[in-house]
């Protein structure tokens, strides 16, 4: 299995930033993707940021040019740099990875258990 832990949540006025980090770890072959979905109040989740192996990204539009991505292979962490928060920002965050345990074995998709972001106006 694979586990994955999210840090850096909390709340920031409007205008501030915040890092998330989140680290995987257990029974890794290989990871594909790593990325962030939200979860605001009321609502579906859904993607902010994925980063692939290669380094692509791919940014939700509502957070381009205010979000980075980045990513440590050799630690297995992906890091979510997020500046000019706005209000719209506030969601349950999670981390995300598309990953495999064993050199056969199927491609799964993991979770972390999600962080708080709360952007005050």
């Known amino acids: 299995q694979v586990q994955l832990v999210e840090s850096g949540g909390g709340l920031v006025q409007a205008g501030g930033s915040l890092r998330l980090s989140c680290a995987a770890s257990?029974?890794?072959?290989?990871?594909?993707?790593m990325g962030w979905y939200r979860q605001p109040p009321g609502k579906q989740r859904e993607l902010v940021a994925v980063i692939t192996s290669g380094g692509s990204t791919t940014y939700a539009d509502s957070v381009k040019g205010r979000f980075t991505i980045s990513r440590d292979h050799a630690k297995n962490t992906v890091h979510l740099q997020m500046n000019s928060l706005i209000p719209e920002d506030t969601a349950v965050y999670y981390c995300n990875t598309y990953a495999r345990t064993r050199a056969l074995g199927s491609w799964s998709n993991y979770w972390g258990q999600g962080t708080q972001v709360t952007v005050s106006s």
């Open positions: 257990g029974s890794i072959f290989s990871i594909n993707t």
